[in-house]
Structures are given as structure tokens and as C-alpha cells.
């Protein structure tokens, strides 16, 4: 199975990108794991939220096969404790051909991404930044491989 994080915009913060390249390196030992970024729309400042929402799904759903088992990470979305999403994505391994998470813009997502959409993700309550998300997702996806493997990682 092929796991793809599609993202729209760059990260910016060069200790996030550092950090999740090193993630991402690491998660690649246990399956492959690639990132996808979106460009931001240009002229967003002419733009309402629904157009930003609508301009971005259409670029997100370019990226998608009709095959894809597609996870939206959503504040809405179902939340699970490491070890559940080590179960989680062990089952989706052995289910989808590509597992395809998207985290959307400032906005969210379009009504037509969420109709695309498989399931929905919530990685915590709290609000945290797009930016932040990234770093916080491509860790637990290395956290739950190495549950998955019975590796040292994680403590209960």
C-alpha cells in the first residue's frame, strides 16, 4: 500500500520542515510514505473563503484516484489514541491500494472534497496550526509503525 499526505501550501518553518522530513525519512523504512504539496492560490486577498475552500478542493482532487481510500484530517473527524491508530492503519494497509490523507488550507475543505472523502481524522480538540499539523501527523504515522512492528517507541 502506498500512503500519500497531500498538503496545500509549503511548510515554512524550517525546524517543521526538518522535522518532518526526518519523519517521513523514518516512516519510509516501515512503508512508503510520500508528501504532496499543493501551491496556495495566488490572490487570495480577492477571494472569499468559499472560493479559497473551492479553488483548493479542486486542486486537492486533481491529486486523487478514483481508487483512493481518502482520510481528511478534520477537527470534526473521528479521533483515535495511538495504539487505535496503529490498529487503524494496519487494517488500511491490508484493505486500501492508496491511503491518501489531505490536510486542507485555513479554511478547510470544499463541500466536494468532503464528498470525495472516506473518513475523517481528528488528530486532537485543540486547535493547532496547518503548519503544526503536519509535524504532529508524520510523527504519529511513525508512531503507529512502530506499534505495529512491536518496536520500543511507544510506552505505555
Sequence with gaps: MKTILIQVGKTVNKHFIAGISDYVERINHYMPFDVVTIPELKNTKNLSEEQQKQGE???ILRQLQTSDTVVLLDEHGR??????????LEQKRNTAR????????PYGFSPSVYQRANEQLSLSKMT?????IR?????????AC???????????
Excluded at 512502530?146 to 505505555?156: N, Q
Aim: aromatic residues 18%.
Design 128 to 132: 493547532f496550526s496547518h503548519q503544526m
Design 98 to 105: 492508496r491511503l491518501v490523507f489531505v490536510i486542507g488550507g
Design 146 to 156: 512502530t506499534i505495529i512492528k512491536g518496536e520500543p517507541y511507544h510506552h505505555e
Design 79 to 88: 479521533e483515535y489514541r495511538s495504539i487505535e491508530f496503529a490498529s487503524w
Design 135 to 143: 509535524l504532529t501527523f508524520a510523527e504519529q504515522v511513525y508512531r
Design 57 to 59: 478542493g479542486e486542486l
